[in-house]
């Protein structure tokens, strides 16, 4: 999940919350960060319109980085490889967790996530990282994850 201040997407508006843009490369693991087979770039991900810039508790983001960052390294620790998780899990925690947060119905955020990856050619089983601090993918060589992505369109 991607989250960026209000203020800096204010065009986008609560009916539509999500936008296109890079996260800023401000975290080591993220500017070296390796790009999955069929994954998304980082400019080419989505970001929600929350307030806060970093993940200070009292937030929107840090309270929505709260909750989805606790999912996802659920979802990681028993990802196969470790680290790991279908796409469709890190939908929903991302939906759950940016509703908590702005109250907005968590269905429709999933809904347009959904259609969003699918569009992009990631189907609900593609398989993610789901590591929100690099530690369990650290050292994870592409070349092993790109042979279970082998049955097409990131569905495996």
């Not at 991607?2 to 890079?22: C, I, Y």
Request: with cysteine; glycine share 10%; proline share 5%.
């Amino acid at each position: 999940m991607t989250v960026r201040r209000r203020r800096e997407t204010a065009e986008v508006g609560r009916s539509q919350p999500f936008a296109t843009g890079a996260r800023r490369a401000n975290l080591t693991f993220r500017a070296e960060r390796q790009q999955l087979p069929g994954g998304l770039s980082e400019a080419d991900g989505l970001v929600i319109c929350l307030e806060g810039k970093d993940r200070t508790p009292t937030t929107e983001h840090g309270k929505a980085h709260a909750l989805y960052d606790a999912a996802e390294l659920a979802l990681g620790m028993k990802g196969d490889p470790p680290g790991t998780t279908e796409l469709w899990k890190l939908e929903a925690a991302g939906a759950a967790s940016a509703a908590a947060v702005t109250k907005c119905n968590p269905a429709k955020i999933m809904a347009q996530l959904r259609a969003y990856h699918q569009l992009k050619g990631m189907g609900p089983n593609f398989k993610v990282r789901a590591d929100p601090t690099g530690a369990l993918t650290k050292g994870m060589e592409l070349k092993n994850f790109e042979e279970q992505m082998k049955s097409g369109a990131g569905d495996f």
